[in-house]
């Protein structure tokens, strides 16, 4: 037989670009998984929670529940006695409370006088040790994004959730078929001239680390019919398959004739060095790839070409590997053909870090094993002198590569919708975001622990949004505003209004349960400016004192039947399927430093803000106007700055569409 010559010697990069755009058709399957199945897998689509959790409200602690109204003046000197049945109820922790109870008393807080009846020496207050509904979760809450491998904590919280099946990418089979008549399974009698076939058990461990599913077929003797009969079989069981061993150009190298004989072969050879000799080729619209024998050769053409198939097929991009600088102990010669990978080990002497190279043949298993980090060294350079600063990419973990955007503020639902588009636009990026009200953004920005601070503080005396609380709390700092939207906050009330509220100063009525945002959120500090207007105290609205952290969350306990309204955004309440009435509209912004403007994850959140995809989404949630979106001002700059006034009279009705 003639011996074979390679069809094409790719660099690397130009043959995987060209392979994939000739088999990605066959990604992104998806399919129906149990949640609880789900460890490792990956979202095709954005999980929200389908109930709150807890979903009723709840006792924190082992003791008894009753009104916080028959504990006022308890005190050491003036004991309260109350008796069980009439005065409380014993619960432990997890107990649902009935509507009639507003707090609980630990048992270590009561004294035990008789059978039925104790005494406390201390007064409650209201919704003491009592766990409201959606305290962890709130139903419509976003719980993990789409393109997000899931993880065991994942699992818990979907349900929680309500989340019982999740929508994920199919993982492909990849069938693995070792070739070589020296070949013997692992635990053979071994003779002269036998080879274990190790390398179709670390290609398995490898396609699950990938996170695909492996199928080993036998050893297949150097014969081309037989491997023939075999491929043949593999493609129709498997989405993918790879032959080991014959990709080179021997008289018994068979795997590139065999996969051209029943598809197509369209590369041959690249220019890498260990590796050369694959093949990448398709049958029957499904990819094959013909691996080196040799087993470091076949390490990094499954590293470099076959995980990132695995990871096209379920959506996932690949990770950025982590690199140091370090300074090269010896010198390291090299053929000018090739991009060469160089095993390396790594070790601090003083204050820096050394690289050593290891073996380098392709079959030196061990450097492998060894290696903390790979230099590469590109074609066109013939070596590199000892001495000098080298760039490793790491093989062992030091510290991950952080690119999250830390968003601390204001709440709105539009945020949920925000972290998952800026995930899908680049699956390296995240947005964090922690709902402590818009002053406790401020003071985030203050301290320096946030990139971002939602916001949408109203000054009471101007009437202005936001800018006078940055110049009043953060004049030393240079502070831009991202505009974001305007948006409708008012009265969230049940499906057909039946206490037929119709302006703010109803929640101050008799029998009326209220719920409030807490301290410092700008929707609090919305509610306390028009009490102020209307002249009505705290103390005459029946829940001011009880306090929710998210616009969901006060719409979710209005819902539940829990309270009778509370103050928050028109999408809130559109999603939980509740009543609006109108009472103003704000503007919702970024407060960011200025220098963090030039971020490349801040720049593409702005970009994810001005995309068609969540204009959509802001137009199906409704209540919004996004004109504005993304303008970027400075605070001292007011001619920029379009402030609504509030104090004008605006009619006070039901919006049924906004």
């Given at each position: 037989m003639v011996q074979k010559v390679y069809l094409s010697n790719y660099e690397l990069k130009e043959a995987l670009s060209e392979y994939l755009g000739k088999i990605e058709h066959s990604f992104l399957n998806k399919e129906l998984l149990s949640t609880e199945e789900a460890l490792g897998r990956v979202t095709s689509e954005a999980v929200y929670s389908k109930i709150s959790s807890p979903f009723y409200n709840c006792s924190a602690m082992d003791g008894i529940a009753l009104q916080s109204l028959k504990t006022i003046g308890a005190s050491e000197k003036n004991s309260i006695i109350l008796e069980e049945g009439k005065d409380y109820l014993v619960v432990d922790t997890g107990d649902p409370i009935p509507r009639e109870y507003d707090c609980v008393i630990m048992v270590e807080d009561t004294v035990k006088i008789y059978k039925d009846k104790i005494q406390i020496y201390k007064s409650a207050a209201p919704w003491q040790h009592i766990r409201p509904l959606g305290e962890d979760i709130v139903e419509n809450q976003l719980i993990v994004p789409s393109g997000h491998v899931i993880r065991p904590v994942?699992?818990?919280?979907?349900?929680?959730?309500?989340?019982?099946?999740?929508?994920?990418?199919?993982?492909?089979?990849?069938?693995?078929?070792?070739?070589?008549?020296?070949?013997?399974?692992?635990?053979?009698?071994?003779?002269?001239?036998?080879?274990?076939?190790?390398?179709?058990?670390?290609?398995?461990?490898?396609?699950?680390?990938?996170?695909?599913?492996?199928?080993?077929?036998?050893?297949?003797?150097?014969?081309?019919?037989?491997?023939?009969?075999?491929?043949?079989?593999?493609?129709?069981?498997?989405?993918?398959?790879?032959?080991?061993?014959?990709?080179?150009?021997?008289?018994?190298?068979?795997?590139?004739?065999?996969?051209?004989?029943?598809?197509?072969?369209?590369?041959?050879?690249?220019?890498?060095?260990?590796?050369?000799?694959?093949?990448?080729?398709?049958?029957?619209?499904?990819?094959?790839?013909?691996?080196?024998?040799?087993p470091v050769s076949a390490y990094f053409i499954m590293d470099k070409v076959l995980k990132v198939i695995i990871e096209g097929y379920q959506g996932k991009k690949s990770e950025k590997v982590q690199k140091l600088e370090a300074t090269l102990s010896r010198r390291v010669m090299s053929s000018l053909k090739y991009l060469e990978f160089v095993r390396m080990k790594l070790g601090y002497v003083g204050n820096k870090l050394i690289a050593t190279p290891l073996s380098r043949g392709a079959g030196a298993t061990m450097s492998l094993v060894r290696a903390d980090g790979i230099l590469e060294?590109?074609?066109?350079?013939?070596?590199?002198?000892?001495?000098?600063?080298?760039?490793?990419?790491?093989?062992?973990?030091?510290?991950?590569?952080?690119?999250?955007?830390?968003?601390?503020?204001?709440?709105?639902?539009?945020?949920?919708?925000?972290?998952?588009?800026?995930?899908?636009?680049?699956?390296?990026?995240?947005?964090?975001?922690?709902?402590?009200?818009?002053?406790?953004?401020?003071?985030?920005?203050?301290?320096?622990?946030?990139?971002?601070?939602?916001?949408?503080?109203?000054?009471?005396?101007?009437?202005?949004?936001?800018?006078?609380?940055?110049?009043?709390?953060?004049?030393?700092?240079?502070?831009?505003?991202?505009?974001?939207?305007?948006?409708?906050?008012?009265?969230?009330?049940?499906?057909?209004?039946?206490?037929?509220?119709?302006e703010i100063s109803d929640i101050s009525k008799e029998g009326i349960r209220f719920v409030n945002r807490q301290r410092g959120a700008g929707t609090r500090l919305l509610l306390d400016y028009y009490l102020k207007k209307l002249n009505i105290s705290p103390n005459d609205i029946n829940g001011y004192e009880r306090e929710e952290f998210t616009h969901l969350s006060v719409a979710a306990a209005v819902a539940s039947g829990d309270v009778d309204c509370g103050l928050g955004v028109y999408s809130a309440a559109e999603m939980m399927g509740l009543d609006f009435i109108a009472v103003c509209n704000e503007e919702y912004d970024f407060a960011v430093p200025e220098e963090y403007l030039k971020m490349e994850t801040i720049k593409e959140l702005i970009n994810v803000m001005k995309s068609d995809i969540f204009l959509k989404e802001l137009d199906r949630l409704g209540g919004y106007d996004y004109s504005s979106i993304g303008k970027i001002i400075t605070c001292n700059d007011e001619k920029l700055i379009s402030v609504k006034e509030i104090d004008k009279d605006i009619p006070l009705k039901a919006v049924d569409k906004v």
């Open positions: 994942d699992i818990g919280a979907m349900l929680a959730g309500g989340v019982n099946t999740i929508k994920v990418y199919k993982k492909p089979l990849i069938g693995i078929i070792p070739t070589g008549t020296e070949l013997v399974d692992p635990g053979s009698s071994l003779k002269t001239g036998d080879i274990i076939d190790f390398n179709s058990r670390v290609f398995s461990a490898q396609i699950l680390q990938y996170g695909g599913i492996p199928k080993r077929y036998g050893i297949v003797k150097d014969n081309y019919e037989i491997l023939k009969t075999v491929l043949e079989k593999a493609v129709s069981e498997c989405d993918i398959v790879i032959i080991n061993a014959g990709s080179s150009a021997g008289r018994e190298d068979y795997t590139s004739d065999v996969i051209s004989d029943l598809g197509e072969v369209y590369i041959h050879g690249v220019s890498i060095k260990p590796g050369k000799p694959v093949v990448m080729g398709k049958v029957e619209n499904k990819p094959v790839l013909g691996i080196p024998g040799y060294i590109p074609q066109n350079v013939e070596g590199i002198e000892a001495g000098t600063k080298v760039q490793i990419s790491l093989m062992k973990n030091i510290d991950e590569i952080k690119n999250t955007i830390v968003c601390i503020g204001s709440h709105d639902p539009i945020l949920d919708v925000l972290s998952d588009l800026l995930h899908v636009k680049n699956p390296d990026y995240y947005l964090s975001s922690a709902h402590t009200g818009s002053m406790g953004g401020i003071m985030a920005l203050k301290n320096g622990e946030t990139h971002i601070a939602p916001i949408h503080l109203l000054d009471m005396e101007s009437g202005e949004y936001n800018v006078c609380y940055i110049n009043k709390y953060l004049k030393d700092k240079n502070i831009a505003l991202i505009k974001v939207v305007n948006r409708i906050q008012g009265l969230m009330v049940q499906k057909g209004n039946p206490l037929s509220l119709r």
